[in-house]
């Protein structure tokens, strides 16, 4: 029987990549990560897979870029700083068409900041992957066992398209303790996908792994079959939760961490006669952009609440299209709101 | 005589140097972070630098020196260090500039930027301070972790198939002609850290001089992730790391005479 | 059921490890739950904080500004915290650390000289269970044996020979707090 366990984020998101079949990890130490590469130090080598802390993120993500090269179900976690560093070799990897997934700890920014909860990086996770037409698709979970699921699950979709798959989670999810069911682990697919390099070539055509087009219409053609994978994730990887009233007035919008404070504050604004729905978007590339438009016709105001300064509310912003008035709270810097500031603002706005 | 009058009448023999501001340093009891800081301290007091000096504050256990250091100071991202002391002296070159590096920054994540500064002959001094772990982030291991040592990312000890084998900065840095004044020193008795102070003098003094990039490794104690007493610690650094990073003064280009 | 506690103190008193155990009870009685340990600026300087919200339901947020109930292992803890306790709610003090006098009348109040309790039962460290145990008897949000049992989840098998005493010092506790409950 799978047995139901506390344990952190930080515990989670690394068992849940070692269930879903993660056998190579490449990282380097950045708080309030650290339990992810220091668990992966020590149960990945007790399975044959391998645990390689790198000299530094930039180091990490071009790792990554070789395991990945050669069809490895591998991955990299960092927090906030850490990912920036990612972005050039990100790049690299989309414009290579390789799968990997990368976790980020949100921390509080910008700079070296602190520590502390933030989701300041969502431009970073859904416009970032450095320079160029590229994404990560990014899922952004609001549980330790939802973030056990992703993770797992990530790898898998990161393979179907041929991309970066980023899940966004902050200091609190890393940190905190809640019960997860734990699946049996699954290994990886024995058979390596056709366009991967090394291993015995055994009489197919060589393989060459590269995100040099110096034509512009091949290059145009790249970037145009990405976008095409992209838009087949939209029809197939869209992912939200929805809760609260079925007739109501204001519409709250969150991810992550922020949802989970609104799931409650929608309960107090409840008892103090304010009826709100609020939309949770898990994948937050793709965006669940229709079903945000579609309550949008129906309420009066819909209120974003995120841990930055506005980051999140853009997407939202462009699925509303105008329909109704879209209110803002948010806190930055590693400071959290809580379930009864956004009660009072969802009253104070209905 | 009452307390206050013999405290009125006495000669202060020790004090805190000009260079150090009162903020309490925020160090485990027992690291030797604290040594090496009043030492820069001391060294820019007798040279009569301080108002003239940055500090480069990098990151790690000492990534608040921009409080301790009563000078100007520059807080730079992890491991780059030197590219920032590099663009400050360049554009101001009266200014005496030293970086602050533990060995997850400068021999980790800030290698190329360290190595590159050296070949440029960059006049900054580099103050290096190894103590085989990452302290800032939980004691995992740094590149300069000693073979078999354990630490969290290493938990059963550091192997050649997983972590390789440590880094030897000062004998990798010995090749490069740019480098004025390199040394390995560390602080487990006062004759150890008396002279780890005329070591980190002397390479204050070479930048002074103009003569290039100066670097004193510190071997350095982190009884909290080393998980031992301090003393302890300080026994390990004299039976154990002193093997593999043997104190020495590897280049000298002052006495030299250069 | 949706029950908060919200635990503060100092760094070393096992803020955290009594949050935990509380977790673990939970958890062992089919509960839903969320443990999360915030150091937030203030907490600088050796100070330690957990939220725990248990619930027969959904838990929601994990944050919670104003907690149903606290524990308050010292002086510090309740001159930050002890205003934030929702009117009605529950709040366990401390009193050898803290002088115990308390400015609050709209809360129920159990204060319990949890050090000098412990140091009786040989332990100073055993405050946080002192105060766990009269946390667990005057809230009744999980079973006392469960907590107890608990330990043998939480602890490392090597800190098995502290585990009488903090059963004691539990029992303690929730013997102290019984004579303030009305
Ligand atoms: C880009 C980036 N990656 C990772 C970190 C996390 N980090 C902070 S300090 C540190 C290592 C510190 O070790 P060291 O330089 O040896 O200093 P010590 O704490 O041991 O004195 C790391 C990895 C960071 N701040 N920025
Ligand atoms: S963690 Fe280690 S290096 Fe950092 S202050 Fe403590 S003893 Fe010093
Ligand atoms: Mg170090």
Known sequence: MPERQLITGNEAAAEGAIAGGCRYFFGYPITPQNKIPEYMSEHLPRIGGVYVQAESEVAAINMLYGAAATGAWAMTTSSSPGISLMQEGLSYMIGAELPCVLVDMVRGGPGLGNIAPAQSDYWLATRGAGHGDGRCLTFAPASVQELYDLTGEAFPIAQKYRNPVMILADAVLASMREPCTLRERLDPPQEKPPWAVGGARKGRQRNIINSLWTAPPVMEEVNLRVAQRYEQARQNELRWTEHGADDPEILVCAYGISARICQTAIEHAAEAGVACRLIRPISLFPFPVQVIADWAQRVNKVLVVELSLGQFIEDVRLAVEGACPVEFLGHTGGVLVTPEEVAARIIEIA | MNTLAIIETSKPVYTRPDSLTDIQMRYCPGCTHGIAHRLVAEVLDELGIKERTVAIATVGCSVYAYEYFDTDAVQASHGRGPAVATGIKRCQPDTIVFTYQGDGDLAAIGLAEVLHAAARAENFTVVFINNAVFGMTQGQMAPTTLMGQKTTTTPLGRSVEQGGYPLNICELLAQIPGVAYLARETMTSPKRVRQAKRSLKKAFQVQMAGLGFSLVELISSCPTWWHMKPLEALQWIEDVMVQQYPLKVFVDKLEAGE | ?182
């Open chain 3, 1 to 182: 059921m949706r029950q908060e506690v919200f635990m503060a103190g100092m760094g070393g008193q096992g803020v955290l490890l009594a949050g935990q155990l509380l977790a673990q009870a939970a958890l062992e009685a089919g509960l839903e739950l969320s443990w999360f340990p915030l150091y937030s600026p203030e907490v600088r300087g050796g100070r330690a904080t957990c939220t725990l919200v248990i619930a027969d339901g959904e838990v929601g947020s994990p944050v919670v500004g104003q907690p149903g109930s606290v524990i308050l292992m010292d002086g510090i803890a309740v001159d930050n915290h002890l205003h934030r306790v929702r009117p009605g709610g529950l709040a366990v003090i401390n009193s050898s650390l803290t002088g115990g006098e308390v400015s609050r009348n709209d809360i129920d109040i159990v204060v319990i000289p949890a050090t000098n309790a412990a140091m009786e039962l040989g332990s100073e460290r055993a405050t946080n269970m002192v105060l766990l145990g009269a946390y667990v008897r005057a809230s009744g949000v999980v079973e006392a044996q469960a907590v107890e049992e608990a330990l043998y989840r939480v602890l490392p098998e090597r800190h098995y020979d502290y585990i009488p005493t903090n059963v004691a010092a539990l029992q303690r506790g929730a013997q102290l707090a019984e004579g303030q409950l009305v």
